[in-house]
């Protein structure tokens, strides 16, 4: 799946040189597990940074624990760690993955985790009645 016009390089790049705290973000993907989002940090008046940012949703609000979607949110975080994502805990009951990507990468790395969690998260089947 190829998302050449969902990541606007360009447009992240002058949307960061114009903001106050010199960032861009936009989100690619968002559901109940997870959200992906790339950005654009400027560091010094011509040096920037990209990064791909994947924000994983332990426990939704007045939710009762799902033992097994915990599992397979922790399988999706390993593969993250794996692929040398920084983690770190939220205080919403949530956990940021976060790695620093070349832009010509970023679209690569999207496909990566946006296909990695497409086929963890598989829509559950709904219990029959008999």
Request: with cysteine; charged share 20%; proline share 5%.
């Amino acid at each position: 799946m190829n998302h050449a016009n969902r990541i606007n390089i360009q447009k992240l790049l002058e949307t960061a040189k114009n903001s106050e705290h010199k960032e861009s973000f936009i989100v690619l993907k968002k559901n109940q597990n997870y959200r992906i989002g790339v950005g654009v940090r400027l560091e010094l008046p011509n040096h920037f940074s990209f990064f791909l940012e994947v924000l994983t949703y332990l426990c939704t609000e007045n939710s009762q624990v799902n033992l097994p979607l915990l599992e397979t949110k922790l399988s999706f975080l390993n593969k993250l760690h794996e692929r040398e994502f920084v983690l770190s805990c939220q205080n919403d009951s949530s956990i940021l993955g976060e790695i620093t990507s070349p832009a010509e990468t970023l679209e690569l790395e999207y496909e990566f985790i946006e296909s990695l969690g497409q086929t963890l998260f598989l829509p559950e089947t709904p219990p029959t009645i008999e």
